[in-house]
């Protein structure tokens, strides 16, 4: 059964450090990967989605990469700010329509 | 403006009563989806619709049914409500599981 683990919980950093999210998982027949943000009590913004066949996908300051035989995506932050300041979330999709969420890394963007 | 719309926001309510959470999304999206968000767990999918009168359940669907008559609306419906159903419900649509996913606000059920 697949998992999806996003290692840390939690991060907590000063204001204009480059930084880096973990996710990784269990199978890798995944059809895409997805990166979201939540905001407290708001639902989930997607970022950034890797298709399979893809390695990376930039959108500003954002970069994710994906490395399928390994198991593992990342999103890199560039100069992060306060207003990055959520919960990041990664998810796969697999051959049917299936979600798969990891539980999330919370980051503190300190001014 | 593009949106998924959920209602109701929050809602109390009792054991056995069975309740309607309302997921409506203007994109013209042919795939629509139900999670529910809890501590420690993460969102779980309950339910996922490809397509009018296409559905399938997803990791979580006990205690759940869905129905897509028509491509906007995709409701959730608990016959029969208990404790363990209280949590945070999302719905999110998109128009193929090669596109970004757009989630709603939420929905806050609380079944005492």
């Known amino acids: 059964k697949q998992e999806v683990t996003q290692i840390p919980a939690a991060l907590s950093v000063p204001e204009g450090e480059n930084l880096v999210l973990n996710c990784s998982f269990t199978?890798?027949?995944?059809?895409?990967l997805q990166w979201f943000r939540q905001d407290p009590g708001k639902g989930l913004t997607s970022l950034l989605l890797?298709?399979?066949?893809?390695r990376e996908q930039t959108s500003g300051r954002l970069n994710a990469s994906l490395d399928k035989s390994s198991g593992r995506s990342t999103l890199y932050i560039a100069a992060s700010q306060p207003g990055d300041s959520a919960t990041y979330l990664c998810a796969i999709i697999s051959g049917t329509y299936k979600y798969i969420f990891g539980t999330g890394t919370r980051l503190k963007v300190l001014a | 403006e593009a949106q998924v719309t959920q209602n109701p926001r929050y809602l109390i309510t009792v054991t056995g009563k069975k309740l309607t959470v309302t997921c409506s999304q203007n994109?013209?999206?042919?795939?629509m989806s139900w999670y529910r968000q809890d501590p420690g767990l993460g969102l779980r999918q309950i339910y996922y619709?490809?397509?009018?009168?296409?559905?399938d359940k997803g990791d979580v669907p006990e205690g759940y049914k869905v129905s897509r008559k028509e491509k906007r609306n995709f409701p959730l419906i608990l016959e029969s409500p208990s404790p363990n159903q209280t949590s945070l419900y999302f719905c999110?649509?998109?128009?193929?599981?090669?596109?970004?996913?757009?989630f709603g606000d939420g929905t806050r059920l609380s079944i005492l």
């Open positions: 890797i298709q399979s066949s893809q």
């Open positions: 994109m013209n999206h042919e795939y």
């Open positions: 199978d890798s027949a995944i059809y895409n």
């Open positions: 999110a649509s998109s128009f193929s599981r090669n596109q970004p996913q757009h």
């Open positions: 619709s490809m397509n009018v009168e296409v559905t």
